[in-house]
Every structure is written in C-alpha cells, then in structure tokens.
C-alpha cells in the first residue's frame, strides 16, 4: 500500500505532539508507520488508530493527545517506570480497572513530575496497566492528599 504525503506529514504530526507531552522519541513506539487517521470535517486529525483500535485523539482545545486503551498499552510498553505512572493500591486494582476514577487515598505511588491535566497511566503493583485518563491532582498532590479524585480515569483495560 502507498502511503501519500498528506498521511506521512499527518504521522509526523501525531508523533511530535507525543514526543512534547511525553518526552523525547515517544511518538515513533506510540505511532507505528501503519496508522490510519480519521478526521473532522475541517480535515484536522481528530482519531488516530491501529486497524481497529483507537491509540489517541487529539483534543481540539488544546491540540493535546487524550490516549484509548490501546494507546496507553503502546505508551506503558515505551515509558520506563515511574513517568506518567500512578500507582493504585491492589486492591482497588479491578474496580479502577472497570473504568472508576482513582481515588487519592488509593494512590501508592505517582510519578513526582505529573502535573493536573495531564494524561497519565494508572498502574499496580509490579507496573501492571490498569486504565488510562487524567490527573486532576499533580503527582506530589496524589501522595499527599487523602480525599478527592486523583485521576478522572477515561478507559480501564479490557
């Protein structure tokens, strides 16, 4: 199959954005070169997948990356422990993973650089994947606090 210039600048694109909001050479695991785009009516990337599945859509507020489950399984397999990672305690584990919000007194662990609004991995024990969604709290908070959501949790793991 050919790939044309408009779905290779379309690449380039969705993987600078995830090389700024994740860190260096993130969007080149997080992208691969078969990826399909869909898009809005204006033509802007709205979703971005893998044969069925959604990897990421990008917000049209801010331009940001918002990951689907498969995307948050490709961005865990590329990001080393502890980036972007709220750990949850187990026994919590199947209820966050059911699609719940994680809660601040059931956070172990959080990556210290998290900062509110960004897109984050909730992990277990043993850096198990358990959902995906966004921290409401920064990092530092989520240890701290002891009420209130930590992560608005988007997609639990199948």
């Given at each position: 199959m050919?790939?044309?210039?408009?779905?290779?600048?379309?690449?380039?694109?969705?993987?600078?954005i995830a090389d700024l909001q994740f860190g260096r050479d993130v969007g080149a695991g997080l992208f691969p070169d078969d990826v399909?785009?869909?898009?809005?009516?204006?033509g802007r990337i709205r979703n971005?997948?893998?044969?069925?599945?959604?990897?990421?859509?990008?917000?049209a507020q801010d331009g940001r990356l918002v990951l689907g489950i498969a995307g948050a399984r490709r961005l865990h397999a590329v990001l080393a422990p502890p980036?972007?990672?709220?750990?949850?305690?187990?026994?919590?584990?199947e209820f966050v993973a059911a699609g719940k919000n994680a809660m601040a007194k059931h956070v172990a662990e959080a990556d210290?650089?998290?900062?509110?609004?960004?897109?984050?991995?909730?992990?277990?024990?043993?850096?198990?994947?358990?959902?995906?969604g966004t921290a409401v709290l920064s990092g530092p908070e989520m240890t701290a606090c002891m009420y209130g959501v930590a992560v608005n949790v988007r997609a639990g793991r199948d």
């Open positions: 050919s790939t044309t210039c408009f779905e290779t600048s379309s690449r380039e694109r969705v993987r600078t399909t785009f869909t898009r809005s009516t204006t971005v997948a893998l044969g069925t599945e959604r990897l990421a859509t990008i917000r980036a972007y990672r709220v750990v949850v305690l187990d026994e919590v584990e210290p650089a998290i900062r509110a609004g960004d897109e984050v991995l909730v992990v277990a024990a043993g850096d198990r994947l358990v959902a995906t």
